[in-house]
């Protein structure tokens, strides 16, 4: 029966062609997106050949921060479906983490920003077993009562030094190299989350969560663990999310509660997932991405003032009103409808 069905799709005109077309496309991305990590991994040697080095860098690192976070809040809300405004709370747990370590016991961020993620997904998992009782508005409230809870607890630990913030000894390098450290480990975040949500994406997990996004009840009744689904989601998510509040609480040298823990954090990782894609793999890079040169460009521009944020708003809207599934989700929708079209096509002459 199997062979009578490869024969007859092989005798349509294009049936065999699609899937090869799709798997040299895929192999040509991963040769650009590899091409493209070891530029930006080679980028720090043209430190002397770039005006404005120091401040490119920087604008880089804002990047690829955003970039793993985004990213890594697409593996809850954009797979999932669950919206939450608290993700910035591993965000604080991360710079907080290392940030102490330094200043009490001289240990470096480079080498406890992986336990940073490792208690970040601890705490995310014993969190989410608790909030994803709650469904759909009542969920977005309780991440929001997190973070709220969150920045009174950590404005009040005097160990951490409270809303008076904790200052960080200066880095040894930063004389001698500037922020190029910060810069590779903040580019491994970014890296590092994108992968995780391919990885996610593709695997039976990732399926899993789709199905949840699309219908939960039938979810349910096609036999996935959805509260196990979610909770694991949930507790994923946070990993390169601490890594990156890390890091940059190490590039500021000063921890303070107003650095991680505000509602406009939380929001403008929702932003850009949408922006770009969410549910799509590389939509939150693109939308980071696009988000932060925009502001940069509307600040050097408008400077620090209204406009700036008003020039910003009402280019993000027309972005969306021209690919409303985000940027990377309505390319990838219209892609799909192209193929169909074609494969319809290929198909007619053969079922006449």
Known sequence: MSNQVDHQTADVPGRTVVPQEGDRRRRWVRIGLLVLVLALAAFPLMRGQISSFNYVLQVFILMFMWIAMSSSWNILGGFTGYISLGHNVFFAIGGYFTGTLLVYYGLSPFVTVIFAGILATAVALLVGLIALRAHGPAFIIATIALMLMTRLTFDNWDWIGSSNGLSLPIPEFSQSIGKIPMYYGMLVAAVGAIALGYRVHASKFGLGLRAIAQDEIKAEVAGIDTRMYKVLAFG????????????????????????????????????????????????????????????????????????????????????????????????????ADRRARHLAAAAAPAAG
């Open 236 to 335: 994923v998510s946070a990993f390169f999310i601490a890594f990156a509040g890390a890091f940059w609480g190490y590039s500021l040298f000063y921890l303070r509660p107003s650095a991680f823990l505000t509602i406009a954090i939380a929001a403008d990782m929702v932003l850009m997932t949408i922006l770009g894609g969410k549910g799509t793999v590389a939509g939150p890079a693109v939308g980071a991405t696009l988000i932060v040169l925009v502001n940069e460009f509307a600040i050097a521009t408008f400077g620090s003032t209204p406009l700036n944020l008003t020039f910003t708003g009402v280019l993000l809207i027309i972005v969306l009103l021209f690919f409303p599934l985000g940027i990377v989700g309505t390319l990838q929708s219209r892609a």
